[in-house]
């Protein structure tokens, strides 16, 4: 294992700090405990409500649904009845669970949900996104960037999670030969997002890391704000 990003103590008191969440969202999480699907930490659902409230976004992309249960964070966030959120996903059994699981949440009608590779999906998606959340296969993630940038409209926000992995691309350690390409890509995108002339980027330690990226506007301008 990498080593924390921050000690289990300040992580379980962040969590009591959390007010309390729907059942449904606890139902998801022993679901994906029992069957090893990883699954955001709820402080970053946390977080990604936040945002969306400040932003007030109208259109929310998310590549890499799972289960459905960030997509529900994003789904229910404060403004919901003025965004929707369209979310990819590649496997098609999580896919059927995380329908399943928006129908129960009775937010199906907020949530747009695609079946198939990002890669060939995202090029076919119509318009700008103002909000994207990216939570997909981390070798993918500098290829997948490329791909989702030209769809965050100027003043959107782009949110990326597990942007630290276990601590590793600190100091470029892979526990395992096979994470070898994950560690490297990941830290390529970190290297794209520091350097990167159209966006505004920060790194925050919560959970296994999350970047956060505001698209600035034409003249290097950003803003929260629509115009």
């Known amino acids: 294992m990498g080593q924390r990003i921050i000690s289990e103590d300040i992580v379980?008191?962040?969590?009591?700090?959390?007010?309390?969440?729907?059942?449904?969202?606890?139902?998801i999480e022993k679901e994906c405990e029992q069957d090893y699907i990883p699954l955001i930490e709820p402080e970053i659902g946390q977080l990604l409500q936040v945002f969306l409230g400040i932003?007030?976004?109208k259109r929310v992309l998310e590549i890499g649904t799972g289960i459905g249960y960030s997509t529900l964070w994003l789904a229910l966030a404060p403004n919901k009845e003025r965004h929707h959120v369209t979310t990819l996903?590649?496997?098609?059994?999580?896919?059927?669970?995380?329908c399943y699981y928006f129908e129960k949440a009775g937010?199906?009608?907020?949530?747009?949900?695609?079946?198939?590779?990002?890669?060939?999906?995202?090029p076919q998606l119509k318009g700008t996104f103002d909000f994207v959340?990216?939570?997909?296969?981390?070798?993918?993630?500098?290829?997948?960037?490329h791909k989702i940038y030209p769809l965050l409209e100027p003043g959107g926000v782009l949110v990326i999670d597990n942007i630290l992995l276990n601590g590793w691309v600190i100091d470029?350690?892979?526990?395992?030969?096979?994470?070898?390409?994950?560690?490297?890509?990941?830290r390529e995108l970190l290297e794209i997002?520091?350097?990167?002339?159209?966006?505004?980027?920060?790194?925050?330690?919560?959970g296994d890391g999350v970047s956060v990226s505001i698209r600035k506007r034409e003249g290097g301008q950003f803003s929260l704000d629509k115009e």
């Open 12 to 27: 379980a008191f962040l969590q009591e700090l959390l007010p309390q969440r729907p059942s449904l969202f606890a139902e």
């Open 55 to 57: 932003k007030q976004a």
């Open 89 to 98: 996903e590649i496997n098609n059994e999580r896919y059927e669970r995380a």
């Open 107 to 122: 937010v199906s009608s907020v949530i747009t949900p695609l079946l198939g590779d990002a890669h060939e999906i995202i």
């Open 133 to 145: 959340f990216m939570d997909a296969a981390k070798g993918q993630y500098p290829g997948l960037f």
């Open 172 to 186: 470029m350690y892979w526990p395992e030969r096979r994470k070898k390409t994950m560690v490297c890509r990941v």
């Open 193 to 206: 997002l520091k350097t990167h002339p159209g966006l505004l980027t920060s790194i925050l330690p919560l």
